[in-house]
């Protein structure tokens, strides 16, 4: 893969070192034994601002990510004319109905492919508006087009104002009939999630199937959850292909989010390195999150980890254990942690299923097989998946992080163990963790910036 020239000016107000060419890690010197109360959930803080400003009435959330996705989030709402006022973590929003006030404009999303995906849907079952939609450069190439398919069977006028397929797009409110739609779910869930979002304002039932393979079916499984708690109730059955939504109003709520177990995985992941101990306050096994599930490949590979009513925590081992094939298709955010872990390991460690993530904020299998290969760690590259064998990563030149705060997250944790490593852009981080490299100091990694 070529170099990746970072897009800052999809970076938000409440993004982190946003100049700052690169970042130089080395191990702590010693293994970290600490405590962190990690960043809200991405994923609840995106749908549940969005499903406020839906809602009749007004809710409170607490406990929001403050990062570049939920900022563009926010921002977007503001330009519909939602009236909504952030204070620290908190966020008030006076619900809408449905009707977005401000009937015209432009929008722009920065990177954020959950609402690239939640936003059509919502939008178009207004009574009236046309807006467009635009993303960053990244965000314009992955696909939308099984989500406006399916928003157009439901009646909507959703158009292409570009490339077929991709932003921008152009949304021309004027209510959403319902009926019977099929949704692809095989390169992302989150089209699912947009519609299911949506349905509740459709004139008549909707009923959604799904037509292939879906992947990360959990996202679907918080949405409905999160739906539920604003008084709408999904039908669906146990294999989550087949969906059932009546006509209804989402009711303002007041909701505290959960913390996002996607990140809490590198916070767990530097134990497991480093044989520490990490110890996250603010995330317990009752999270829908899929990401929660790295505890099993975490333990799989050595570590002990422990689970109570306030939160997780993880012991590193001596040595990382390897020698398994594991499919990440319902986890595929934790690839790239995955794959960082994985030389340090005493055998290959083989990732397969996860196709869909060639489509995320980079292609993901392809990043990761070239910076580790960088590294001078032999890797094989498959359509699905990758390879990654037992070696000593070594520092040379400063490794590219593809405008994708995962890549950057992710190859920070090899800095652990390497002294040296430099990395690229650190402040992509901000899509999701502003504070990453800050948090990661506290706990005992030297970050030079
Ligand atoms: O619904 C969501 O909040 C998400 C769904 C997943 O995306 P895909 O289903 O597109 O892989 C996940 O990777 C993303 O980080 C968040
Ligand atoms: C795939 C991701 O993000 P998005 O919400 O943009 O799809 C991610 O956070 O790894």
Not at 35 to 41: E, F, L, M, Q
Not at 120 to 130: D, E, H, K, M, Q
Not at 245 to 254: S, T
Not at 275 to 287: D, E, F, W
Request: charged share 20%; with cysteine.
């Amino acid at each position: 893969m070529g170099r990746v020239e970072p897009e800052r000016n999809s970076r938000s107000p409440w993004a982190a070192l946003y100049d700052r060419e690169e970042v130089e890690i080395h191990p702590p010197t010693k293994p970290p034994d600490g405590a962190i109360a990690v960043p809200g959930s991405k994923s609840y803080t995106n749908r549940a601002i969005l499903i406020s400003a839906l809602a009749e009435g007004s809710s409170i959330l607490g406990d929001i990510l403050r990062s570049d996705d939920s900022y563009w989030c926010l921002n977007a709402l503001q330009q519909l004319g939602v009236s909504l006022q952030v204070e620290g973590n908190t966020v008030s929003i006076e619900g809408t109905g449905g009707e977005w006030p401000n009937p015209a404009g432009s929008l722009y999303i920065g990177a954020a492919g959950t609402i690239a995906r939640f936003l059509p849907g919502a939008l178009a079952a207004g009574s009236r508006g046309s807006w467009l939609l635009e993303g960053n450069r990244r965000l314009s190439e992955r696909p939308v087009r099984p989500l406006i398919k399916a928003l157009n069977t439901m009646g909507a006028d959703i158009r292409y104002t570009a490339d077929i397929g991709q932003l921008p797009i152009r949304i021309e409110a004027r209510g959403l009939a319902g009926g019977k739609v099929t949704v692809s779910g095989a390169v992302s869930s989150q089209f699912l999630s947009g519609l299911l979002i949506a349905s509740p304002y459709a004139k008549q039932r909707t009923e959604i199937r799904v037509a292939d393979k879906m992947v990360q079916h959990a996202y679907v499984g918080m949405t409905i959850e999160l739906m539920k708690r604003y008084g709408v109730v999904v039908e669906h059955n146990e294999a989550y292909d087949h969906f059932i939504i009546e006509p209804e109003r989402y009711q303002g709520q007041n909701v505290q989010l959960e913390a996002d177990a996607s990140t809490s995985c590198y916070f767990l992941a530097y134990a497991a390195l480093t044989g520490g101990h990490i110890r996250i306050t603010n995330l317990t096994a009752a999270t829908l999150q899929p990401d929660f599930g790295m505890l099993k490949v975490f333990e799989r590979m050595g570590c002990k980890v422990n689970s109570d009513a306030e939160g997780i925590e993880l012991w590193g081992p001596e040595m990382l254990q390897g020698g398994f094939t594991i499919s990440m298709r319902e986890m595929s955010d934790q690839t790239l942690t995955l794959a960082a872990l994985a030389p340090f390991a005493d055998a290959p460690i083989t990732i397969t299923d996860v196709e869909h993530i060639r489509t995320h904020e980079c292609d993901r299998i392809s990043a990761m097989c070239d910076s580790l290969t960088r590294l001078g760690i032999q890797v094989e590259e498959r359509r699905d998946g990758l390879t990654v064998h037992p070696g000593m990563p070594a520092a040379g030149e400063a490794l590219d992080t593809y405008d994708d705060h995962r890549m950057a997250m992710s190859l920070a944790l090899i800095g652990s163990r390497v002294g040296g490593l430099r990395l690229r852009d650190p402040g992509c981080v901000s899509k999701t963790c502003p504070s990453y490299f800050e948090d990661m100091r506290k706990l005992g990694l030297q970050v030079i910036i």
